[in-house]
Structures are given as structure tokens and as C-alpha cells.
């Protein structure tokens, strides 16, 4: 809600973001990022376009406009989930930015994303001085901080494991679900694998990334549970650590038993505001799998 005290802007609207606004966005958060081009929010909308998400939900968010001109934009990417055999509804809030001049209307852009109650949002890369904000907005903290495995370090090294491109699937039957989730996580730049063990298939989600701007890294994005991780990081990490990333990173709250490395915590923190608290080792679509920030 807009503070009573602020005075009303004529012309002043929020709306979803149409495919016509995708310039004008794109040139708005480059000026709200300095670190991130025009041509990286071109390429973030290009990712955006070719994910459809649920009925009735945007396709890329929401801005604030000024007598038509956008002043304020936030992106969401909104899919469905499924946890067992229980489906729900998740939005992630990204790279949300509204200029100086217009700041004391932010909160009608954040009402507008946040509007559907029976969904569950995500705010996963929260920048430090922004968290008592979205404290205040009814976010809750779900991880603390991320667990950096040497998981290639682990165990087993004998046979009996195998891992695969999700374009080659394991010769035994995968959920189709997962299946989907794998193929378009791959579309969107992500490694994307089966691994095989006596008679079943595990799915898997990496994201390549680089800690530091220098390391480089694989961020678990998608797994049944982190103990499918734990059991197969052998295999995984040497996979892995075969094609240049010797580290991966596990969203926790702790240290994970089982696996070697060292957990650092206030590190990449998450939120979640709504009817289902999301679950370490799913960030499938969310602006880390899809957007590659």
C-alpha cells in the first residue's frame, strides 16, 4: 500500500509486463544494475519468453508506469512445482528496481506481484541491505547459507553408478516429470543429468557458475532430496569436476553429513512467503537456473 502521506502521480499504473515493454524494461533495469547490460536483460527476456508459466500468473512480471513511460519493473518467473506426488504454484521475485524519483510507490509494485495468496513466492538472492525489507513484507528465511562440496572426493569409485546427459537417458524408465524439468533446465544453460543405480534413475540439476568471479562451480538447481546428493556425489562431482567445475555448491543450513567441504553460513541466503515452505535442492525455475545470476 502507498503511504496516505505520499501525493497521488497522475498517470501513475502498474500492470503486467507485455512483450512490447521488453526494450523499454531491459533499458530501465540496466540502469538499475550497472553491472548487468542491456543485452544481459535482453537475453534474461529471451530466457523468459520461451517459459510458459502457469494459467492466470504473468509471463515476466510487472512495471510501474508514468504516463507510459515504465519508472519501475519487477520480474517474476512463475512454474509449477511438484514435491512427491503433491503439485503447487511458485514465483520467483527477481531484479526488481524502481527509479529514485518514484521510490515511495514501490510498495504498490511489490503488492501487485504478491497479490496471489495461493501461491508461494521466492525471493532467492536477497542483497544484504534488502533484507529487513522483505523481513517486513512476511518473507521467512528457509537456508542460512550454502555448503561448498569437494564432491568429487567422495565415494563410491567402483562401478554400478551410472551418470548421463539428460539427452541420454539411462536405458530403465524416468519420470516423465522430471524428465521435463531436466530438458528444459538444459535449454536454459543448465547441466542436466541422470544418474542410474540399481535399477532406477535420480535426477539431477547443476548450474554452472564461477565463486568469486574466478572458481569454477556447479549450484545444485534441481534433486529429489539432498541426501540423492549425498549418496551419489562421488560420481557426480567426478562428472563434473571432468568438465571444469571441481566444486558444487548445495544450498543448507548446515553442514551436510556426509559430504566433504565447508558450509558458510549468512552465504546466499532465501526466502519464501507463502503456503508451502520450499525444500533445499529446488531452485528449479528461479532466476539462478534460468537467468544464470
Known amino acids: 500500500m502507498v503511504n496516505a502521506k505520499v501525493a497521488p502521480v497522475p498517470g501513475l499504473?502498474?500492470?503486467?509486463?507485455?512483450?512490447?515493454?521488453?526494450?523499454?524494461?531491459?533499458?530501465?533495469?540496466?540502469?538499475?544494475?550497472?553491472?548487468?547490460?542491456?543485452?544481459?536483460?535482453?537475453?534474461a527476456f529471451a530466457q523468459l519468453t520461451?517459459?510458459?508459466?502457469?494459467?492466470?500468473?504473468?509471463?515476466?512480471g510487472y512495471l510501474m508506469e508514468s504516463d507510459g513511460v515504465p519508472v519501475g519493473a519487477i520480474l517474476l518467473i512463475c512454474a509449477t512445482i511438484r514435491t512427491g506426488e503433491k503439485a503447487s504454484?511458485?514465483?520467483?521475485?527477481?531484479?526488481?528496481?524502481?527509479?529514485?524519483?518514484?521510490?515511495a510507490y514501490a510498495p504498490l509494485l511489490v503488492s501487485h506481484a504478491l497479490r496471489h495468496k495461493d501461491v508461494t513466492y521466492l525471493n532467492v538472492s536477497p542483497a544484504p541491505h534488502t533484507r529487513p525489507t522483505i523481513e517486513a513484507q512476511g518473507f521467512s528465511r528457509y537456508c542460512d547459507g550454502i555448503f561448498v562440496a569437494l564432491a568429487m572426493l567422495n565415494g563410491p569409485f567402483g562401478s554400478g553408478v551410472e551418470v548421463s546427459d539428460v539427452r541420454r537417458p539411462p536405458p530403465i524408465g524416468v519420470d516423465p516429470?522430471?524428465?521435463?524439468?531436466?530438458?528444459?533446465h538444459a535449454a536454459h544453460g543448465c547441466i542436466s543429468l541422470w544418474c542410474a543405480s540399481a535399477?532406477?534413475?535420480y535426477p539431477f540439476v547443476f548450474r554452472p557458475r564461477l565463486v568469486k568471479a574466478v572458481v569454477p562451480c556447479a549450484q545444485l538447481i534441481y534433486c529429489r532430496d539432498v541426501g540423492d546428493l549425498v549418496r551419489f556425489a562421488g560420481p557426480l562431482g567426478?562428472?563434473?569436476?571432468?568438465?571444469?567445475?571441481?566444486?558444487?555448491?548445495?544450498?543448507a543450513n548446515g553442514p551436510i553429513a556426509g559430504l566433504i567441504g565447508v558450509f558458510r553460513r549468512d552465504r546466499m541466503p532465501k526466502y519464501f512467503k507463502g503456503p508451502q515452505r520450499p525444500r533445499l535442492g529446488d531452485l528449479a525455475y528461479t532466476e539462478y537456473a534460468m537467468l544464470g545470476v
Open 13 to 43: 499504473r502498474c500492470r503486467q509486463i507485455a512483450e512490447a515493454d521488453i526494450a523499454a524494461v531491459a533499458a530501465l533495469l540496466a540502469r538499475g544494475f550497472p553491472n548487468r547490460s542491456r543485452q544481459f536483460w535482453q537475453h
Open 50 to 60: 520461451r517459459h510458459e508459466p502457469p494459467p492466470g500468473l504473468p509471463k515476466f
Open 89 to 103: 504454484t511458485r514465483c520467483n521475485l527477481s531484479s526488481w528496481y524502481v527509479e529514485p524519483r518514484f521510490r
Open 177 to 184: 516429470f522430471e524428465q521435463e524439468v531436466l530438458l528444459e
Open 199 to 201: 535399477g532406477r534413475a
Open 238 to 251: 567426478r562428472y563434473l569436476a571432468r568438465r571444469g567445475r571441481p566444486l558444487v555448491i548445495v544450498d
